[in-house]
């Protein structure tokens, strides 16, 4: 079995509609792929009527990728960066997928609802703070490049790559300009990692840390805190990634095997967003039939179902 459990549509920032997503999972023959949109379920409904006419047996799992934000004391390595509080700890961002929860659960989605609200004001103050660095970026534009997905620093770096300000999307993800801490990064709503959890929970879905030790994106949490996360009940930790290189992976599966977390791997794809193909990275089947076992708030989709 191929399977993939991180993938984005035009729901959020990815390039695909849902559909197409689901399409092009068939056709890079994928037994299962989640979508993981970034707080959002907008694309769900879309992304099952397409399974209806595929043939192939690809099973959809739905879930999403929540904004979370952990404070990091000093000791840790936090200090010095972004969002740092008075007593010098820093605020780090890190993403929890989410799979297989009740998505109409209030509690949840209330959250989901308050990082969305958050995004667009967000997005104009890093528009803001690029055109004060010189560059010729407009809001037009990027609410443009969004269309109805939820906006996000992506967006903000493919106007870059039109201007031709950088050659790719990654390479505005950097201090210069967006990574956290940037010069054009801007804070927004976050959950707190371990609330993240508990209503994962409630709403009967499974927890795992996306790209936990993806150093070029920003700073990263210590594995101090991914071992409280797991005693507050994470599910896993995606190991096979893009951003994690061999030793990172090694130090992942280590690291996991100690604190008894499921691993996965997945390919983050966002359609011409990204280099990263669909299932370029995939999970055990074993892992993942682990995952399913323990979700009670929804179950995966098979193609062909109504």
């Known amino acids: 079995m191929r399977i993939d459990l991180h993938t984005h549509s035009t729901a959020s920032d990815g390039t695909d509609t849902p559909a197409e997503l689901v399409l092009g999972a068939a056709a890079a023959g994928l037994d299962v792929v989640a979508l993981t949109d970034h707080d959002t379920v907008g694309g769900y409904e879309e992304a099952k009527r397409a399974l209806r006419g595929v043939s192939s047996g690809l099973t959809l799992v739905t879930g999403a990728e929540l904004s979370c934000r952990l404070m990091v004391p000093p000791s840790d390595g936090g200090s010095g960066t972004s969002g740092t509080s008075e007593d010098g700890a820093a605020g780090v961002s890190l993403h929890m997928l989410a799979y297989l929860f009740d998505p109409v659960e209030p509690e949840l989605a209330r959250e989901r609802e308050l990082v969305r609200d958050d995004r667009v004001p967000r997005a ?57 801490g940037g010069r054009a990064y801007v804070e927004k709503h976050e959950l707190d990692p371990f609330e993240a959890i508990r209503l994962v929970k409630a709403a009967g879905g499974v927890t ?60 983050d794809y966002h359609g011409s967003r990204k280099t990263c193909r669909l299932g370029e990275y995939t999970t055990d089947p074993e892992i993942y039939g682990e995952i399913v076992r323990r979700a009670t708030g929804a179950s995966p989709v098979p193609g062909g179902a109504g």
Do not use: Y
Request: glycine share 10%; hydrophobic share 45%.
């Open 124 to 180: 104009r103050a890093m528009v803001d703070k690029l055109r004060e660095l010189g560059v010729p970026i407009t809001w037009e534009q990027v609410a443009r490049i969004a269309g109805d997905g939820a906006v996000g620093r992506p967006h903000v770096a493919t106007a870059l790559v039109e201007l031709g300000v950088v050659e790719s999307v990654s390479d505005a993800f950097t201090p210069q300009w967006l990574a956290n």
């Open 208 to 267: 795992v840390f996306a790209h936990p030790l993806a150093l070029k994106r920003g700073l990263c949490v210590p594995e101090s805190a991914i071992a409280e996360l797991a005693a507050a009940g994470l599910d896993g930790i995606e190991v096979d990634h893009m951003d994690h290189d061999e030793p990172t992976r090694a130090r992942l599966r280590g690291l996991a095997a100690e604190l008894g977390l499921l691993t996965t791997g997945s390919s």
